[in-house]
């Protein structure tokens, strides 16, 4: 069973950066196409970015264009997701999963953007 653990969210001031992290047990990682989802309070799950099982080309939503960068290491099994220049409506869970067909979810990590 593939299991999916989020790490690396945290509380940080306006325009700070953060850092997270998706180890990803069990399954074939390095055939899976993978991406960051966030769910603010009372929203549905977005699609921030994901990126692609073999040349890792990537794609992002338009609010993290230019200020989020997915990555992923497959010998690590882990994808990361470097987030810089917060604003408060980057505040929200953010989980890592399979693109397009998703698995069980995570807990998720939080995120938090305030003064």
């Known amino acids: 069973q593939v299991q999916l653990v989020e790490s690396g969210g945290g509380m940080v001031q306006p325009g700070g950066s953060l850092r997270l992290s998706c180890a990803v047990s069990?399954?074939?990682?390095?055939?899976?196409?993978m991406g960051w989802y966030r769910q603010a309070p009372g929203k549905q799950r977005e699609l921030v970015a994901f990126?692609?099982?073999?040349?890792?080309?990537?794609n992002y939503a338009g609010f993290a264009e230019g200020r989020f960068t997915i990555s992923r290491v497959n010998a690590e099994r882990t994808v990361y997701l470097q987030m810089n220049s917060l604003n408060p409506e980057d505040t929200a869970v953010y989980y890592c999963n399979r693109y397009p067909s998703f698995l069980t979810w995570g807990q998720g990590t939080q995120v938090t953007v305030s003064s």
């Open positions: 990126i692609s099982r073999g040349s890792g080309g990537t």
């Open positions: 069990g399954g074939m990682f390095s055939t899976y196409g």
